[in-house]
C-alpha cells in the first residue's frame, strides 16, 4: 500500500534510533574540530553534542572524546542542528547530533559506560 511504503521511506532525521544511547555526565569535555564542547549523550553510531560553534547539517566534523589511554577520536557528519538562545549567564550554544561515520565501537561502547549516568531509550526515538 501507499502507506506501507511511505512508512519505509525515511529521512536521514526519522530514522529510529539501532544503538543504545547513554546519557553523559556534564563534566565530560569533548573536541570538537579542535573546539571544547560538551557531550550530552553517545552512542555507537552517534552523540549528541553542545558547541559554542555554529553547527549545520551535513557538515563534517571530528569528535574527539578524552581516554586515560589517549584521545579517541571519530568521524562524522551533522544530521541535525540548532541555536540555543543565550541565557542570562551563558552564551548562545549549538546542540546538534551527530551520526559517525569513522569510530571504533569497541571503544566507544567503554567510553560511554565509564562516563554514562544512566541508559536511555533504544527504541522510537530519532537518531543523532
Partial sequence: TDAAIAATELTPYALTRQARR???SATVEILVDGVASALVDLSTLGAQI???TTLR???P???VLPRDDGPLACKGRIVWARLEPPRADKPALYRAGVHFAEMDAMALE???TQHGLLQM???TTVTH
Wanted: avoid cysteine; glycine fraction near 0%.
Fill in 110 to 112: 567503554a567510553f560511554a
Fill in 121 to 123: 531509550s533504544a527504541a
Fill in 50 to 52: 553542545v558547541s559554542p
Fill in 61 to 63: 566534523v571530528r569528535v
Fill in 57 to 59: 547539517p551535513n557538515r
Fill in 22 to 24: 547513554v546519557k553523559i
